[in-house]
Each structure stands twice: as C-alpha cells, then as structure tokens.
C-alpha cells in the first residue's frame, strides 16, 4: 500500500494505516508504518532492519547478480514472496539501482515447480524502436 505516494504525503498516509493495522492489532509497533512488516518465521511484527539476513560476498557472482541485503530489498522480497505464493500477479516499480531484477531473479529461480521462467532484458535505455 502507499507504493505510490510523493514524500510529501507518505507520513500522514501511513498515520492513517497504522491506525487501521491497531484497531486489529494493538502490538503493531511504533514508528514508520513502512519500516514494518511480519518476520515470516514467527508470524510477528517486526522492523525490516531486523530481518535483514547476513551478507557474504561471493567473487565468482557476476557484479549485477550480487544483492546486498537492505531493508528495502527484504520488504521487496516479502512482498513478491506473499503475492506470488498466493496467487497474485506482481509489477515491480522503483527506483534504478534497488535491485528490483535481481530480487525478481533470484525469485523466479529459485520458485517451486508451478513458476517457468522466461527472462526478456530491458533498461532505461530501451525504446519502442528496440523492439
């Protein structure tokens, strides 16, 4: 929710979700309502910071296949995982550089049987003329 929201507008959108989230669950936790989200091990509220998993890099990874591991790519990867494993459809937008592809990747490459995927590669260079 809010994937779309100007800067300007993200506080008191999320005010307003956080309120909702606490009329169902008071624990929700203080704080950034983006900046929060559910371990998926224990079911549980929890800041994304904390779900961040260990990196360790690994030099025979090709350079644009490598993903540090932040608070946005472990909300990303929740979310695509959640979505997807339920039956929805996902479109992944952000900004260059926060490893949308590669969290898509490793996603598709590593899904159950019921996912085949198919890789078409395109950048902020590509025009309807690349076509």
């Known amino acids: ?4 929201l100007h800067e300007a507008s993200r506080s008191s959108f999320g005010t307003v ?18 900046e929060n989200g559910i371990n998926a091990n224990t079911h549980e509220f929890e800041p994304w910071s904390v779900q961040i998993p260990n990196f360790k890099f690994n030099p025979k990874v090709n350079f644009f296949d490598i993903l540090v591991p932040t608070n946005d790519t472990v909300k990303y990867k ?11 459809n996902v479109l992944m937008t952000g900004e260059t550089g926060v490893g949308k592809s590669v969290i898509v990747k490793e996603f598709l490459m590593t899904a159950t049987e019921m ?8 950048s902020g260079k590509t025009t309807s003329k690349n076509l």
């Open 115 to 122: 996912i085949d995927p198919a890789f078409v590669n395109f």
């Open 17 to 34: 979700v956080k309120n909702q989230i606490r009329s169902f669950f008071p624990e929700f936790p203080d704080g950034d309502v983006f």
């Open 78 to 88: 929740y979310i695509l995982h959640t979505l997807m494993y339920t039956g929805f």
């Open 1 to 4: 929710m809010g994937a779309n």
